[in-house]
């Protein structure tokens, strides 16, 4: 959390490529806008900027070692836990250049330098400035550490495309350093706006017995209800998320509820109600369920089967009928007729918002790793969400909440 009377504080983290050069530069953005810059540099980073660099543009001192260098008790003593105390004493960690080393040891949580280890005893948001070689970039692995780190709420800005110091033409080139310091504002400038609310958000898809072995199920992946709560935490608010099952780790600082049917989701639902000021309903859940599931597993014949299916609760419509002073957003995955479908939904399930997306061969929506959407509100016209990834898609919704909030009090006034 931003601490109150006092600037923002940022850790610089510095990876091992040639563009550490202009964390220089980026550091002296910083400063001009009144931040504190702790710079943390890995020992390759060391090989292209020196630490006196950095010294001098941030009037602080430089870590680069897990250890004190100095061979007294008493040195040691103090650096063995000053990952903790930096982790503990910052708002944002920066780092630029992010080399695929360092997106590789985040995403599966390594520790070797002060770095990677001050990095799992952070809580606050995570903000990354990739730098590589164009096939580094492209390589599946390093594509996978990525959409593993967005899953977790982290944020990237760039890289750009364009020449790189190897001689080769493509995407890897660092973002320049003021792209990189604004987006660094927009975090910090927004991070505690949700403070004082509590989200309860469900993800996911929902899995329907058909026996004790098969289910009926949907194509949602959970992202972007992920990645709503994380931003939400990222942001002040607690959250509690409402998952079905999904392949996704849990975004730090958010209390999980692990369900599979639609009905276990809506009692948990309405049992966590109550404490609730937003609800957001992302989840796809199922509209039906079978009617009577086998007891045991159905063979296999020659015969065809037909199952009865009967209607699952509708999860949102209970909760606009119990809304009361809520903010109650709500998503509408359509094929066709969005803008209608999402006005009707609006109305039917007493919403203040519906996030209206088209899913189905674009490559955004359910498995994909952006989305584009349409936010309908009763009185404006749909507001156009651009084609982005889940991370941003995400602070654009919930950036309407403080404006939703005020038009639910004018309405009831």
């Given at each position: ?358 899913v189905g061969g674009n ?20 507001q156009a969400v651009s ?27």
């Open positions: 959390m931003l601490r109150n009377g006092s600037p923002p504080r940022v850790i610089l983290g510095i990876g091992g490529g040639i563009a550490a050069y202009k964390s220089a530069e980026l550091a002296r953005i910083l400063i001009q806008r009144g931040y504190k810059v702790q710079p943390v540099m890995t020992a390759a980073a060391m090989q292209f900027i020196t630490p006196l660099t950095l010294s001098t543009l941030t009037h602080a001192k430089v870590i680069t070692h897990l250890f004190s260098e100095r061979g007294d008790a008493n040195a040691i003593l103090s650096s063995a836990v000053e990952h903790i105390d930096v982790a503990l004493e910052n708002d944002l960690l920066l780092v630029a250049p992010a080399t695929a080393n360092l997106l590789a040891q985040f995403a599966h949580g390594l520790a070797g330098d002060f770095l990677t280890t001050m990095h799992l005893a952070f809580t606050g948001p995570v903000l990354l400035a990739p730098a590589m070689n164009t096939n580094m970039w492209n390589h599946a692995a390093t594509q996978a550490n990525l959409r593993l780190l967005r899953e977790r709420g982290y944020h990237v800005v760039g890289p750009d495309a364009g020449d790189l110091a190897c001689g080769m033409v493509g995407a890897g080139r660092l973002a320049e350093p003021l792209e990189i310091a604004d987006a660094a504002t927009a975090l910090l400038d927004g991070q505690n706006d949700l403070a004082g609310e509590t989200i309860l958000i469900t993800a996911g898809p929902t899995q329907e017995a058909i026996d004790p072995v098969r289910v009926i199920t949907n194509r949602s992946s959970g992202k972007m209800g992920y990645a709503l709560a994380a931003n939400a935490a990222q942001r002040g608010a607690k959250v509690i998320l409402v998952s079905g099952p999904v392949a996704l780790a849990a975004p730090a600082q958010v209390e999980m509820v692990r369900v599979e049917s639609a009905e276990q989701m809506k009692n948990a639902v309405l049992h966590r109600l109550p404490e609730a000021s937003v609800f957001i309903g992302v989840a796809a859940v199922a509209d039906y369920r079978p009617a009577n599931p086998a007891d045991q597993k159905m063979k296999k014949t020659a015969s065809r089967l037909s199952i009865e299916l009967e209607p699952t609760a509708d999860i949102l419509a209970e909760v606009g009928r119990l809304k009361g002073d809520r903010i109650v957003i709500g998503f509408a995955a359509e094929t066709q007729n969005l803008i209608a479908e999402a006005s009707r939904k609006l109305n039917a399930k007493n919403c203040d918002m519906v996030v209206a997306n088209l490559g955004t929506g359910f498995e994909g790793d952006e989305n584009e959407v349409l936010l309908v509100t009763r009185d404006a016209e749909p084609r982005a990834a889940k991370s941003v898609v995400a602070a654009k919704i919930l950036d309407r909440i403080p404006g939703l909030r005020l038009a639910a009090h004018a309405e009831a006034r």
